[in-house]
Antibody, heavy 119, light 110 residues
Framework: QVQLQESGPGLVKPSETLSLTCAVS?????????WAWIRQPPGKGLEWIGS???????YHNPSLKSRVTMSVDTSKNQFSLRLTSVTAADTAVYYC????????????WGQGTLVTVSS | QSALTQPPSASGSPGQSVTISCTGTSSDVGGYNFVTWYQQHPGKAPKLMIY???ERPSGVPDRFSGSKSGNTASLTVSGLQAEDEADYYC??????????FGTGTKVTVL
């Protein structure tokens, strides 16, 4: 059974960098799927942050400009998100998800982790 | 890219049907058959219910169906059950490897 689990600091100071990791179990991260990050501010809707494809290419929401970096660590079977220069507007539950690109969707999600940006 | 537009709420009695709309543009919903729908219960992660406009993943009841006409996609839940009460989000491929979500609809089972 494939499972995804997010981890990282629950509190980040304004202007600093948010770093999260998504551990994948039950499936090799190199076996063909792409992976994604999605967030949800408290009481609000979902926002696609970006995806890292099996090829290694990364794509992110244009609204986040160049603040997003994503990577894969095959030795640990996990992938990561870095979001720089955070503000209170980045406070959200962050989800990692499996992202089939043949049938584009987010078909398997982690439980989510709340990240609060506050001094 | 702007969020897709969904009605804030929808409701129906048990056994009835409810349909949720998802309106975008020709650059997203209207331009690709890559509309997906997600169900989210309070405090839980979203769950994929429909992909490629009308396809159901394994395990999703056939009470859930999707369709699209022009720039508007729709999700219909037939034979409403108490456990269908949740928030529903649409999403669409928006070109250039980008994705956009809808504003979300809260479905209430009366």
């Amino acid at each position: 059974q494939v499972q995804l689990q997010e981890s990282g600091p629950g509190l980040v100071k304004p202007s600093e960098t948010l770093s999260l990791t998504c551990a994948v179990s039950g499936y090799s991260i190199t076996s063909g799927y792409s992976w994604a990050w999605i967030r949800q501010p408290p009481g609000k809707g979902l926002e696609w942050i970006g995806s890292i494809y099996h090829s290694g290419s990364t794509y992110h929401n244009p609204s986040l400009k160049s603040r997003v970096t994503m990577s894969v660590d095959t030795s640990k079977n996990q992938f990561s998100l870095r979001l720089t220069s955070v503000t209170a507007a980045d406070t959200a539950v962050y989800y990692c998800a499996r992202h089939p690109t043949v049938n584009p969707s987010f078909d398997l999600w982690g439980q989510g982790t709340l990240v609060t940006v506050s001094s | 890219q702007s969020a897709l537009t969904q009605p804030p709420s929808a409701s129906g009695s048990p056994g009835q049907s409810v349909t949720i709309s998802c309106t975008g543009t020709s650059s997203d919903v209207g331009g690709y058959n890559f509309v997906t729908w997600y169900q989210q219960h309070p405090g839980k992660a979203p769950k994929l219910m429909i992909y490629e406009v009308s396809e159901r993943p394994s395990g999703v009841p056939d009470r859930f169906s999707g369709s699209k006409s022009g720039n508007t996609a729709s999700l219909t839940v037939s034979g409403l059950q108490a456990e269908d009460e949740a928030d529903y989000y649409c999403s669409s491929y928006a070109g250039s490897n980008n994705y956009v979500f809808g504003t979300g609809t809260k479905v209430t089972v009366l």
